[in-house]
Structure formats: structure tokens, C-alpha cells
């Protein structure tokens, strides 16, 4: 069975990485770039759903995003962790697909 730790790693880290994929060097050098994206994904996000009134489509395809993104680590629930240096995050290459088109329909 799966401990508690392990999920709330799962969900954090896996959204926290589509969201901000930046090595620690990265976000250190440019702090700024480490506030701006996650301000600009909450902007997108806020333009998307205020497009789902007109287009059922993107409801769809928000939720293949997230359950794509669940699914695809799911089997990783242990081994599961991205750190400051991205080690870990290449349990996210199936999922950053999914990611990627739900990204691209929402612009």
C-alpha cells in the first residue's frame, strides 16, 4: 500500500514540475523567473476555465491532462520524486506529452 507521504509527493511534485520545470541553478540565478511562471500558468488557467463556458471540449481535455499526468506516475508511487536538480522528473516524459497538448489547446 501506498503511505501518505508518497501521494502527497506524487501530487505536489508532479504538478510542481509541469508547472515551474527549472533546475535549482536556474531559479537561483533568475529568482524572478521562479515568481513569474507559476504567475503566468495561474493567468492561463484562469483564461481556460472562463473558456470552458463556451467550449466543452477544453473540460475534456483539461481532465485527459490530469488524469494522463496521475495515471503515468502512478506506477512510480514509490520512487516517485523530482528534486531541485530534476533528477527524478524523467518519470515525467509520457505525461509532459499530455501536459503539452493541454497546454497548446488552451491557447
Sequence with gaps: MP?????RRLLTQSFGAMIVPLHADVIHEYPPVA??????????????ISRWRRDRN?????MLAVTALLVCTAPTIRAFGVLDDLQGSRYLYLPAAFW??????AF
Design 35 to 48: 515568481t513569474v511562471l507559476p504567475i503566468a500558468f495561474v493567468l492561463l488557467l484562469a483564461t481556460w
Design 3 to 7: 503511505d501518505v507521504e508518497s501521494v
Design 58 to 62: 477544453a473540460v475534456r481535455i483539461a
Design 100 to 105: 503539452s497538448i493541454a497546454l497548446g489547446s
